[in-house]
């Protein structure tokens, strides 16, 4: 059995996710136990910047350098802490802040299509130049991808003296990957069942879902995954915008669930590119952001909705692109639904996906075991903990890479 720790801000940016894990096992085998899960929030200040250059502010590098090292420090002292009262970890997994995300082909920094009289910036949605997962010849125009997480390994090794796993996304970019999601190969050895279907959908800023078939019949080979679009991206800053930042978010969606959806306007939100591209897809604030939000109030201004009305319209846009995806491009309608994330505590959320999938089941990761809040956290220890081990954690089918590789770089710390 081997103690790691995982560390995790998403891109709703609500803090630092920290969990301290017990691991044993390597896959089939795999079993973990959650010893202490905690989320650290961010000093105001350091949210208010990580937010500004998501949204795309330019900073000179200085300032970037010194942001990276802000959230290492932030995130070295969320592992410090978590520590407390047990005994010391021998790994963390740090999968960073992520501060910008663009998919192979250079698409996902917007999208045309919505319906709308304006359009932000437009997607590229065409194939790979060379082919699914193939690099370019050396000396052509590359169509990888990039992402880009900050928080520095090396620093948080240093700072806690415990080995430490960063960068993950790297590797099955550098792959003709996507980079993300990287969990459905953990929520497959995790929660998967014999005779059941499950979709695992996280509900972050952004929304991605591991759809894992029954145990059985080379079901390994089976399991798919993707982003499916915005989760709490648009909610949080729609609240935001509506209290002039007084607050951040709507807790539990009460306020959503005060106002009934815009159907026509969900429809026409429905038509953006993104939600039929066809997987492997991600995205990110880059599309569902701040420009993107600005649309939807354009949109919705013919309909004269008021504020409850307006976030229960944006409710309805996560709930029906998730079940569109679903609906799309599954080879068939899961038996069970599980929701993890931020967004399985909006229960008017909750709610309206479970309307919309009409009889199939929506629960949440705590029903069967594994915490709702951390199970991304949990994710990232079990990567770094097959890192460590020399098991690739990325699942082609999910990213688009041409293979499995490893994921993620090791920083030594001097607690070995």
Known sequence: ????????????????????????????????????GETYPYPVELRERILAVCAGKAISMAELAELDDAIALAFAQAAQ?????????????????????????????????????????GIDNSPLLYGRGSPAPLGSPAPLGYSLQLGRGAVIAHLTAITTISNFRAGDIAAGGQGAPL???????????????????????????????????????????????????????????????????????????????????VEQWLNQDYFHLPPPKSTGRELFGVAYLHQCLKDAEIYQLSSADLLATLTELTAASIVQNYRTFLPQMPQQVFLCGGGSRNLYLKHRLQILLQSIPVLTTDEVGLSA????????AVLAYWRNLGIPGNLPAATGASQEVLLGEICLGTRD
Not at 92 to 110: K, L, M, V
Not at 374 to 379: D, L, Q, R, V
Request: aromatic residues 6%; hydrophobic residues 35%; negative net charge.
């Open 183 to 265: 969990v459905p190969r953990v929520d497959a050895y995790l929660l998967s069942h014999p005779q059941e279907g499950r979709c695992i959908q996280n509900i972050g800023g952004i929304g991605n879902l591991a759809y894992i078939p029954p145990r059985r019949d080379n079901w390994l080979e089976k399991i798919l995954g993707w982003d499916t679009g915005p989760g709490n991206s648009l909610l949080d800053l729609a609240v935001h915008h509506l209290t002039a930042g007084a607050k951040i978010y709507d807790e539990n969606g009460n306020w959503a669930a005060s106002g009934t959806p815009c159907h026509p306007l």
């Open 1 to 36: 059995m081997t103690y790691v720790i995982g560390l995790i801000s998403g891109t709703s940016v609500d803090g630092i996710d920290a969990a301290l894990v017990d691991i044993s096992g390597t896959d089939l085998d795999l079993k973990i136990e959650l010893l202490a």
């Open 373 to 380: 809040d951390f199970k991304e956290a949990i994710a990232f």
């Open 81 to 121: 802490n978590i520590q407390n009262g047990h005994k010391p970890a021998s790994l963390i997994g740090s999968h960073g802040q992520t501060i910008y995300h663009r998919p192979p082909g250079g698409g996902g920094e917007g999208g045309k299509g919505r319906g709308g009289e304006g359009e932000t910036r």
